[in-house]
Structure formats: C-alpha cells, structure tokens
C-alpha cells in the first residue's frame, strides 16, 4: 500500500496541471462547475488514468485552501487518496483526515512545491465504504503558528463519482 501511494503521490503532482475534466468538450463554453466531485482522466501514457477530485476553495478569494483526488486500484478493492494542502503548514504535525465521527487517521505531509504541500494515503475498501456512505471528510492540519484548521470536504457525490473509475 506504502508504494500505491508514492507512485499516486507522483503521478498526481505530474499531472496537477495538465488533468482535464472527463467532459471538458462538453464545459468548454459552460460556467464553472458547481462545487463537488468531479472526475479527472488523463492520458499517463500506458492508458487513461481517472481520478475523482474535489476542491475547496477561499470564499474572499476564490483561491484553492484543499483538493482531496482518489484513484481506484484496478488490481483490487483499494484506492489512494492525494491531499493537495496549501503553504505554510507546520510540517511536524501532518495531518488527521477522518470520515463523519470516524477515527481520525494521521498522515505526514510527503512534499511541497510551488503549488502547495502533499500528502498521500492508501485507501482500503472500508475507508471507501466509509467515504461512500458519509456526508463530510474532515482534514485537519497546524500554521506555522501551531493553530489547527480543519477544512471540511463535503462527500455529496462522491460515490457517483467513484463509480465512474470502475
């Protein structure tokens, strides 16, 4: 599981800005898409590679604070989550991501960039279950001041979403 969400983990920053939506003919002279799950495919060169994503964005400023994207493993019953989080986290903490009331799952920031910071988890087919049948996916994370902030993923539509990788 450790390497599915490395090779995730890389693949994904490759492709942070390069990835389409499924339907982007479709979009194209559309308004924006509402807020939600939506699923991303592009072409990893062994074949389309989809992953259903959802961002959360600053009110004020329209700006990215979190993506959270899931691939499905097609070997299995698991998936890998990548965490896209913004600058300035106190590294050392990591971050809790846990489902509803859930246990809280800690995980260590992997990498940051120029684009933010990076976390990456496997995802069993209980975890999924879990995600598919709650209503919020909460990540938690420390400033540079140590102050925690807990950014709330709603998981309207992430099952239809994640049916669509199958």
């Not at 990591?94 to 684009?115: F, I, M, S, W, Y």
């Not at 709330?152 to 979403?161: H, I, K, M, R």
Request: contains cysteine; proline residues 5%.
């Amino acid at each position: 599981m450790q390497n599915l969400s490395k090779a995730f983990l890389a693949a994904a920053m490759l492709s942070l800005s390069t990835a389409v939506p499924a339907n982007a003919q479709e979009e194209k002279n559309e308004t924006p898409p509402q807020p939600g799950w939506a699923v991303t495919c592009e072409n990893a060169g062994s074949g389309l590679q989809c992953r259903a994503l959802q961002t959360i964005a600053m009110r004020q400023t329209g700006q990215r604070l979190i993506s959270v994207s899931v691939r499905r493993n097609q070997n299995d019953d698991s998936a890998a989550m990548l965490l896209h989080l913004p600058h300035g986290l106190f590294l050392p903490a990591g971050l809790e991501v846990k489902v509803d009331n859930g246990k809280a799952r800690e995980l260590p920031v992997q990498t940051c960039d120029a684009h933010g910071c990076y976390a990456g988890m496997g995802a069993s087919k209980t975890e999924i279950g879990a995600m598919q049948k709650g209503t919020t996916l909460a990540v938690s994370f420390q400033n540079l001041e140590k102050k925690t902030t807990t950014v709330t993923v709603p998981l309207a539509g992430f099952t239809p979403a994640y049916k669509k990788l199958q």
